[in-house]
């Protein structure tokens, strides 16, 4: 069974430039959340998503958005970049959103 | 909103040496409570879980956890450790928000 697939691995970006995050969930499973992750703050909650629908959200700036397409597939933007949006950004997936969650990878991003 | 302490930043054992980590959660109703490890260059994996019932469980890599209601607690055991058990350690709780809320995080290092 494939595990949660966050692409890209990378990215460099250039402070106000806006980036695109993806990530698709386990087969099967229909919540898809994401964190952001940093050495001072650790892990945080950004969104979830459940069927296309945001369930929850954060404390981050609207410059901070995500979507969930109809096979469970969800994408997160962050527009206006800033130096602080320097971070690791991990999607997970669980079945229902209170289940246990299973983490992909993540996302490296480094704005210069 | 729920909040999640870890008591130690970073902890140094040796081989064989048993670990115990402390991890208090601030909202008393119903929780799901989890431990996670990120090895080095790894992803967050799940160690183990508690939803409801006994309240010792039992995870993989022969870690447990306990379970104390009245004390809001969920730490972490492992009898004896290895040096694979190098990683960082986070306490997480669901509390029907769709959210998983992260303790800071324990790094611990074993010592050859």
């Known amino acids: 069974k494939a595990g949660v697939t966050q692409t890209p691995r990378y990215l460099i970006k250039t402070r106000g430039q806006q980036v695109t995050l993806s990530c698709s969930p386990i087969?099967?499973?229909?919540?898809v959340s994401w964190y952001q992750q940093t050495p001072g703050q650790g892990l945080q909650f950004l969104f979830e998503?459940?069927?296309?629908?945001?369930?929850n959200k954060g404390n981050f700036p609207g410059r901070f958005s995500g979507r969930q397409f109809s096979n469970s597939r969800s994408e997160m933007n962050v527009s206006t970049l800033e130096l602080g949006d320097s971070a690791l950004y991990l999607c997970?997936?669980?079945?229902?959103?209170?289940?246990?969650?299973?983490f992909g990878q993540g996302t490296r991003l480094t704005v210069v | 909103a729920q909040s999640v302490s870890q008591h130690n930043h970073h902890v140094i054992l040796s081989e064989a040496a048993s670990l115990e980590l402390g991890c208090n959660y601030s909202?008393?109703?119903?929780?799901?409570l989890f431990w996670y490890v990120q090895y080095p260059g790894q992803h967050l994996q799940l160690l183990l879980k508690?939803?409801?019932?006994?309240?010792l469980v039992k995870g993989i890599k022969g870690f447990e956890a306990e379970f104390i209601k009245s004390k809001f607690s969920f730490n972490l055991r492992k009898p004896s450790v290895q040096w694979s058990d190098t990683a960082e350690y986070f306490c997480?709780?669901?509390?029907?928000?769709?959210?998983?809320?992260f303790g800071a995080g324990t790094t611990v290092t074993v010592r050859a």
């Open positions: 997970a997936s669980s079945s229902s959103g209170a289940t246990e969650a299973f």
């Open positions: 087969s099967g499973h229909r919540s």
């Open positions: 998503y459940f069927s296309e629908t945001q369930r």
């Open positions: 909202y008393g109703g119903t929780v799901n």
């Open positions: 508690y939803f409801s019932g006994d309240p």
């Open positions: 997480a709780v669901n509390d029907d928000d769709y959210k998983l809320s």
